[in-house]
């Protein structure tokens, strides 16, 4: 662990696209929040995103917001996760959970630090940070045509393996210490 904490220092120093990979439970947002506080877009927001929890037919409003009246029941303009993270870091944990339609545009917005609300024809810009996790094997998605080779691409600019727990023995005292 200690080698992980000193690779996301240096990361930190960076403004690369990061993927964290381990195991559930690894600790893989607490890295991410470490990458942040580290980096000099500590001073804005850190919006943490678990890709798995949001319904499928949410996820392009969640993450691009919309306008009001865009769709029934959208009453009033909402802000997206894009939109929130201006300045700062969009923490997409378990990003192997996003459809490919939602991968296209998550792209765009990566790459041109723009997006458009749902219902609306104008881009807006938010200039994040994206840090994302997963314990899941992207590279092999690629392949099974799961995932955009150039959305794994994107997000795979550096990395970061957590070991799992069982080969951290020594992490366990503290834990156990932590928790009590």
Known sequence: MEKVIQTAKQIALT???????????????????????????????????????????????????????????????KEGYIGAAHNGTLFLDEIGELPIHLQVKLLRAIENKMYTPVGSNTPKVSSFRLVAATNQDLSKMVLEKKMRSDFYYRVHVLSITLPPLRERHGDIPLLVEAYM
């Open 15 to 77: 403004d690369h696209t990061v993927l964290i990979r381990g195991e559930s439970g690894t600790g893989k947002e607490l890295i991410a929040q470490s990458i942040h506080n580290a980096s000099y877009r500590n001073k804005y927001p850190f919006v943490a995103v678990n890709c798995g929890a949001i319904p499928e037919q949410l996820l392009e409003s969640e993450f691009f917001g919309h306008t009001k009246g865009a769709f029934s029941g959208a009453h009033a303009n």
